[in-house]
């Protein structure tokens, strides 16, 4: 029996040994490690590193090179704990999907979704708890290709569609606030490509200019909020 716990006992240190191989610990987390959630990589600490961080795993996943990177700092914790390095405000469209696009593992992007990447109090307050608790420095408006929501405010825009919610329920209400954006770009510019891009910037303008939380941390530098938008043919993001 005595030998037998011995050997539990060494296969469990081993065990452990095997998941820190290689690896320092650094903020709580592995820094080049292999874990049982993939390799760990020192947290971006900036928001032009947490963008490059982003743009350099959408290109492995251009290229099919996927290595799910993983750049959160709690390791095998992440049961009980987050600390994503990034925010992402993305449509619900089904072909989205933020960790994939930019090959990371689970635990590192923050995601806020909803029809047409909009701002609104859900979506707001969401990327707001990423900011003010889990300290992103990066937050992300993606917009997509071919997507529903701007097109759908491209016809309440141009007084061809309408959604009363006797009919539509509160779809109406998601597509007003995509109009605003569409409607900043004269009715001759409004093609689908163009007001995407467009929504894109203004939902991240919107939150640029919003206060208590965001905008003071824009101003001195500790947070960075861009628009950006997936192409889902090619599989690219590019800022917008």
């Known amino acids: 029996m005595e030998s037998h716990d011995r050997e539990l006992s060494r296969r469990r240190f081993l065990g452990s040994v095997g998941v820190a191989a290689g690896g320092a610990v650094v903020g709580g987390g592995l820094v080049g490690a292999e874990t049982a959630f993939g390799r760990v990589t020192r947290r971006p600490a900036t928001p032009n590193a947490a963008l490059e961080a982003l743009m350099a795993g959408n290109a492995r996943y251009r290229k099919g090179q996927w290595k799910r ?24 469209d089904s072909r989205v999907s933020p960790p994939l696009v930019f090959d990371l593992e689970r635990g590192n992007l923050f995601s806020a979704q909803i029809a047409g990447n909009a701002v609104d109090a859900g979506t707001l307050g969401s990327i707001e708890y990423a900011v003010a608790v889990l300290g992103v420095p990066l937050v992300m408006v993606l917009g997509h290709s071919d997507c529903g929501a701007v097109q759908a405010a491209m016809g309440v825009a141009a007084g061809t569609a309408s959604y009363p919610a006797e009919q539509y329920g509160a779809i109406g209400g998601v597509v007003d606030h995509v109009v605003p954006a569409v409607q900043t770009l004269e009715p001759a510019e409004r093609t689908l490509e163009r007001c995407i891009e467009r929504n894109a910037n203004v939902q991240a303008q919107l939150l640029r200019a919003t206060n208590p939380i965001i905008a003071p941390r824009v101003a001195d530098g500790r947070l960075r909020v861009v628009g950006a938008v997936y192409d889902i043919a090619t599989g690219r993001v590019e800022l917008a």
Not at 71 to 85: C, H, I, L, N, T
């Open 69 to 92: 990177r993983d750049y959160s700092p709690v390791g095998e914790r992440r049961a009980s704990s987050q600390k994503p390095f990034a925010a992402i405000l993305s449509c619900a």
